[in-house]
T-cell receptor, first 116, second 112 residues
Framework: NAGVMQNPRHLVRRRGQEARLRCSPM?????VYWYRQLPEEGLKFMVY????????ESGMPKERFSAEFPKEGPSILRIQQVVRGDSAAYFC??????????????FGEGSWLTVV | GENVEQHPSTLSVQEGDSAVIKCTYS??????FPWYKQELGKRPQLIID?????GEKKDQRIAVTLNKTAKHFSLHITETQPEDSAVYFC???????????FGTGTSLTVIP
């Protein structure tokens, strides 16, 4: 059972470009979470999605950031017109169906975005 | 929403000593408390978890305790080793939202 897969692992973008980060959850998991981690800081919740639905995007900036989790394919975190402050590690995590309470979430290896 | 606080932010111990990291949470509906270890440049990895129907759980050198009344839980690492050096995050989650709220992390250094 493959773990949570993220790509790219490292991404360099110039200011003003777009960044797309992809996340394939573990097999059988239908819940996806995105977290941002700045250097030497904690994990900041951004968005929580189920297939085709955004459940909670309260941690995601209103402008330039968007996320989706289509019926087919990976979840995508999209950052438009990147700025230097967007440089961070972006971690995706997944968990099984909510039908079981207290599910553990499992993290991917992260995508390190550097804006130059 | 839930607010998870974690202390201390940094901790240094001598090899062989014990390390304790404490977290508090605000939402009494939280019922699941995992702990993650993150090594430099790596992903957070689950090391132990506890559910609200138990007060303590142990796995070899690692143990977690939960006080539901006081809304706090702690990670205990005994006989620390240099490879225990990492950042540790606590988290809280509850059934209805399936959300996970993380503490700010504790950077543990085990001095050989």
């Amino acid at each position: 059972n493959a773990g949570v897969m993220q790509n790219p692992r490292h991404l360099v973008r110039r200011r003003g470009q777009e960044a797309r980060l992809r996340c394939s959850p573990m097999k059988g998991h239908s819940h996806v979470y995105w977290y941002r981690q700045l250097p030497e800081e904690g994990l900041k919740f951004m968005v929580y999605l189920q297939k085709e639905n955004i459940i909670d995007e309260s941690g995601m900036p209103k402008e330039r950031f968007s996320a989706e989790f289509p019926k087919e394919g990976p979840s995508i975190l999209r950052i438009q017109q990147v700025v230097r402050g967007d440089s961070a590690a972006y971690f995706c995590a997944s968990s099984p169906s909510q039908a079981l309470s207290g599910n553990t979430i499992y993290f991917g290896e992260g995508s390190w975005l550097t804006v130059v | 929403g839930e607010n998870v606080e974690q202390h201390p932010s940094t901790l240094s111990v001598q090899e062989g000593d014990s390390a304790v990291i404490k977290c508090t949470y605000s939402d009494s509906a939280s019922n699941y408390f995992p702990w993650y270890k993150q090594e430099l440049g790596k992903r957070p990895q689950l090391i132990i978890d506890i559910r609200s129907n138990v007060g303590e759980k142990k796995d070899q050198r690692i143990a977690v305790t939960l006080n539901k009344t006081a809304k706090h839980f702690s990670l205990h690492i005994t006989e620390t080793q240099p490879e225990d050096s990492a950042v540790y995050f606590c988290a809280a989650s509850h059934r209805t939202g399936n959300q996970f709220y993380f503490g700010t992390g504790t950077s543990l250094t085990v001095i050989p």
